[in-house]
């Protein structure tokens, strides 16, 4: 599956984002899906990750209530709505497939698939 990430850009702090990533390829409801980011200087962290129905969202400490992640299935697109952003927000957004479809996973290694980053870059 290819992934192709969008929606990144400039924003200030307390402003939202939403991030879009759309599959093309094998079948999208196939896998969960995930949201990593990486900032300049640090390794890749997860940010949160949604099953193959849209069930069971489960998000990084650092983003939980802020951030909600979710899948539209018929689009092949799944999304990270980003609100209340920090500048500690601030890094190259990753989605990626996991090919186990009813809970993806906190750990990147398990992920198959990954698009190719969107950045986002919040200022105080």
């Known amino acids: 599956v290819q992934l192709q990430a969008s929606g990144g850009g400039l924003v200030q702090a307390g402003g939202s984002l939403r991030l879009s990533c759309a599959a093309s390829?094998?079948?999208?409801?196939?896998?969960?899906m995930g949201w990593f980011r990486q900032a300049p200087g640090k390794e890749r962290e997860f940010v949160a990750t949604?099953?193959?129905?849209?069930?069971?969202?489960y998000y990084a400490n650092s983003v939980k209530g802020r951030f909600t992640i979710s899948r539209d299935n018929a689009k092949n697109t799944v999304y990270l709505q980003m609100n209340s952003l920090k500048p500690e927000d601030t890094a190259v957004y990753y989605c990626?497939?996991?090919?186990?479809?009813?809970?993806?996973?906190?750990?990147?290694?398990?992920?198959?698939?990954w698009g190719q980053g969107t950045l986002v870059t919040v200022s105080s």
């Open positions: 949604v099953s193959w129905s849209g069930g069971r969202p």
């Open positions: 390829g094998r079948t999208f409801s196939s896998y969960a």
């Open positions: 990626a497939a996991h090919g186990r479809p009813y809970i993806g996973s906190y750990l990147p290694g398990e992920y198959d698939y």
